[in-house]
């Protein structure tokens, strides 16, 4: 029987750009009317480096919240060479921190404050594992001899292997995972390693680049790989393995900054994300398993309670906007690779 309607424990977005200022509010209601909480990327301009800046940046997140909004601004660190313990430990025993981001030095946006040599960090690494504080990482690596699909197989090769060896008991999520290499590594390792998959890498392959020419609205950091890895990752997602959840990667730029000489990187899937997750656990014949997938199992990864409110979606083609206004005079584009959604999200007045 063909499902048109799914009612499922309110998701939460456990990777998130939400930016600041004019971008925050035009960003911030989209997160919030879906998800109950978010882990809140840490790469502003300049970055996130203390409890006390992540303290600062959630009080502007919860200001800009609409009324009524019960969502929770879950924040992170900037990890940096120059990163203290003692700071870091400090700001997760005062529920300030959730969890610390690193992010190899000139990866991605805003990251060239990021770790220049992972064995600078460890001391920080010692103490997150001693409180059992999880370390979200960006796993690609930034060298220019590196293939720029081959990185993140490089890092978990390089990097990642060493690391989980020096700190077994480290509690690790694998952002935004676009290879099958990635799925196998987190399938089959020992201990606490989580990974987050988003809609957009779930959905395109890298020839969405190239499409007619390029497409920079489809260019990301990972970059998209090939069409073996997006079938990989699908079948993680739908899997039912509970290291497998949710992770937008939601990560607005203003139109001009992505159409230019040099974009920047970014897809921005906030208006639609779950709705967009929704059809491809669809196609998949899998939309039993979304439930676990959105709402449990990174909250279980994080030790948290799921939520407790519930959200309906309903087989309902609708148009979501092509364009959002960005304070007075700037725009940014809104990821839908088909024009339509087949999955809309209930507001509580319908």
């Not at 610390?100 to 946006?109: D, E, H, L, N, W």
Request: one cysteine or more; a negative charge; proline letters at 7%.
């Amino acid at each position: 029987m063909t499902t048109t309607r799914l009612t499922i424990i309110r998701p939460d977005d456990w990777h998130v750009h939400l930016r600041d200022e004019a971008m925050l509010q035009m960003a911030l209601p989209w997160t919030a009317r879906t998800f109950g909480r978010a882990i809140v990327m840490p790469n502003l301009d300049p970055p996130v480096t203390t409890a006390a800046q992540a303290a600062a940046y959630r009080d502007r997140i919860r200001r800009v919240l609409p009324d009524g909004s019960r969502f929770e601004p879950l924040m992170t660190c900037f990890l940096t060479d120059e990163t203290g313990p003692e700071d870091i430990a400090r700001g997760f025993a005062e529920r300030v921190l959730t969890a610390v981001k690193m992010y190899p030095a000139r990866s991605t946006t805003n990251s060239a404050a990021g770790v220049t040599d992972f064995r600078r960090v460890y001391r920080v690494l010692e103490r997150m594992q001693a409180v059992g504080m999880p370390l979200l990482i960006h796993g690609e690596v930034a060298d220019q001899e590196t293939d720029v699909f081959d990185r993140e197989k490089a890092f978990i090769d390089r990097v990642l292997v060493r690391l989980r060896a020096d700190f077994p008991a480290l509690r690790i999520v694998l952002e935004h995972i676009t290879t099958a290499e990635a799925v196998d590594y987190v399938q089959d390792a020992a201990g606490p390693i989580g990974a987050t998959i988003t809609a957009h890498h779930l959905m395109i392959n890298r020839n969405a680049m190239f499409a007619g020419g390029i497409r920079p609205h489809m260019y990301c950091l990972p970059v998209a790989k090939r069409e073996s890895h997006r079938l990989a990752l699908r079948k993680a997602a739908i899997s039912g393995d509970p290291r497998f959840f949710l992770g937008t990667d939601s990560a607005p730029h203003l139109i001009q900054d992505k159409e230019s000489a040099c974009g920047c990187a970014g897809i921005f899937t906030a208006p639609l994300a779950l709705e967009l997750y929704a059809q491809v656990f669809e196609e998949e014949r899998a939309l039993d398993r979304l439930a676990a997938f959105a709402s449990l199992n990174g909250a279980r990864f994080y030790g948290l309670p799921p939520n407790t409110e519930a959200v309906t979606l309903v087989q309902s083609p609708w148009q979501p906007p092509e364009l959002l206004p960005v304070g007075e005079a700037d725009q940014v584009r809104v990821f839908c690779p088909e024009g339509k959604a087949r999955w809309r999200l209930l507001e509580p007045a319908d």
